[in-house]
């Protein structure tokens, strides 16, 4: 369990930019542990997942010419959301 959760807080620090000691205190401070905030974050991922596929299943995809315009697109998107 020990070597669970300095995974988690090497990986939020990683992922936030906070050593495991600010990033445990940051979410010690809405209520969270290390762990439960990796538990968050891979249930999301997999929710988002899920609702991919389905997308897929629907003949809801979006078709680009290669990855570079893919992320184009996708940094033009963030750049609308602003």
């Known amino acids: 369990m ?9 990986m939020i620090g990683h992922l936030t930019g906070f050593s495991g000691e600010e990033g445990t205190a940051v979410l010690a401070s809405i209520g969270l542990t ?10 999301k991922i997999a929710a988002d997942k899920v609702e991919a596929m389905k997308a897929a299943r629907r003949g809801e995809l979006i078709s680009v010419p290669s990855v570079a315009d893919l992320f184009t697109d996708i940094d033009d998107d963030d750049d609308d959301s602003d």
């Open 34 to 43: 290390p762990s439960s905030a990796y538990v968050l974050l891979m249930t």
């Open 2 to 10: 020990i070597l669970r959760k300095r995974r988690c807080m090497s």
